[in-house]
């Protein structure tokens, strides 16, 4: 029951309100900007009251909505992306809700024509871990990541392969170890200045010393003195680099305005992919 009403009785009936009018305006819950912060900023966005009501959003702005106080779900969906389904918020007043969707697919696959640029220059204490699947047969050496100032530099830090052979290089160490590349299948190569191994079944010495002036470290190709060389085909579902004890890069497929990339957990940076 109301018992007091905060409105000159003049602007009341200038208005021509009445009195039930007037009681269900008074109780009427509260209502606020909702933003969606949506990202990728294409995605389909469907928000929902407690009671199952689709809600619509300001007709000029498919992410801003004006809800009274509540709670609500929203599922947020794209092709190619993770869904987001029933996300519970409470509104109580102006909120910007963080929306992102993470891409749905495993890897990114790579044409033998781009590469991506890590920023890292390897040393003695690197070590990597790629996972990576051949879609088709080589016809010859390809590498997979590395730098190098050229092919006897004792800066040397990368890997190449074949249908059935891994080659490691690093420093002026040269070392060819017999291993079977299927297409189709993947498989996960981890390289130090000490050991080479392949899926933990397969584990050679590699003594070797990393000195000179190094270059970055590509991804899906050899940087030669800044020129990339013999670029990988194939899939790439992860890349991770450790200086010592430390992950200092954490690569994972990524989309960015559509376009295939790899996004690193580490420093949250998106690397796109280059020519």
Known sequence: MITELNLPFSTVKEAN???????KILSSPKEYEVTFNCTPNNLTLVVKDSKGEIMQPKSDNAYLYILPVGTYTYTASKEGYKLIENEQIEVVDTMIIEVELIIDKQYITLDGLHYIDTEIKPNQDTKVEIKLELTQSLSGNIF????????NSKNSFACAISNTQIMPRVGTSKPNFSHTFSVGKSTIIKLSTTACNIDEDFDNTVSATVTGDTLNMYLGSLNQNNVKYNSFLGKIYYFKIWQGEELIRDFIPYVQNDVECMKDNVSG???ILKS
């Open 17 to 23: 309100i009445t009195s039930e009018e007037l009681i």
């Open 269 to 271: 940076q998106i690397f």
């Open 144 to 151: 997979i990541f590395g730098s190098r100032t050229a092919t």
